[in-house]
Nanobody, 127 residues
């Protein structure tokens, strides 16, 4: 049984930083590209970032590029998202996801692309 569990969310002031973590079990972690999505109230879930199976290739949404960094530790079956210079518009529930392929595809940011999801972790950013 595949389990994907996020942690590290919380409340922060604008300009602050947070690091999200995601551990996955029940799958061969380094067979999968991994990603982060987010969903704000009243909005659709959107892709934030994707990383390939070995961590050599990363992709970011325009809104977070230069501020967020995705990394992974395959030895620990763990995915990270370091978020710097947070803005109120970054507030959302953040979801970790595993894709059914090893490299990020052109459709990585579509919510229909991953096949495994975590339960989400809340990020709140106050102005």
């Amino acid at each position: 049984q595949v389990q994907v569990v996020e942690s590290g969310g919380g409340s922060v002031q604008a300009g602050g930083s947070l690091r999200l973590s995601c551990t996955a079990s029940g799958l061969t972690f380094d067979d999968y590209a991994m990603g982060w999505f987010r969903q704000a109230p009243g909005k659709e879930r959107e892709g934030v970032s994707c990383i390939n199976w070995i961590g050599t290739s990363t992709y970011y949404a325009v809104a977070v590029k230069g501020r967020f960094t995705i990394t992974r530790d395959n030895a620990q079956n763990t995915l990270y998202l370091k978020m710097n210079s947070l803005k109120p518009e970054d507030a959302a529930i953040y979801y970790c996801a595993a894709y059914p392929y090893a490299s990020c595809s052109g459709s990585w940011s579509s919510q229909s692309s991953p096949n495994y999801w975590g339960q989400g972790t809340q990020v709140t950013v106050s102005s």
